[in-house]
């Protein structure tokens, strides 16, 4: 091995503290909207099958499906101060 790629070996090794702090945020961010992005979908998919199933309930079915977005939803927006809080502390 050549001294230039022993050299670009530990560049690459050593993380200094902000690249750690870079790659904590994405890592929380990346996660932290990636479960509520699947529960959004599964919510909504399984409130279209019970609003085809019985379309004069669509109303109820409706409003309480936006209604747990907004809760699932909150969950993403904690997960990304979260990583700001990583990125910023």
Do not use: C, H, W, Y
Not at 68 to 84: K, P, S, Y
């Amino acid at each position: 091995m050549s001294p230039e790629q022993v050299e670009l070996a530990t560049q690459v090794a050593t993380l200094d503290a902000e690249s750690m702090k870079n790659f904590a945020m994405a890592a929380a961010a990346a996660l932290g909207v990636a479960g509520p992005a699947i529960g959004i979908g599964m919510l909504v998919s399984r409130a279209l099958e019970a609003i085809g199933r019985n379309p004069e309930a669509a109303g109820k079915i409706q409003s309480t499906m936006i209604l747990g977005i907004v809760f699932v939803e909150a969950l993403a927006i904690f997960a990304l101060v979260v990583a700001f809080i990583i990125k910023f502390a």
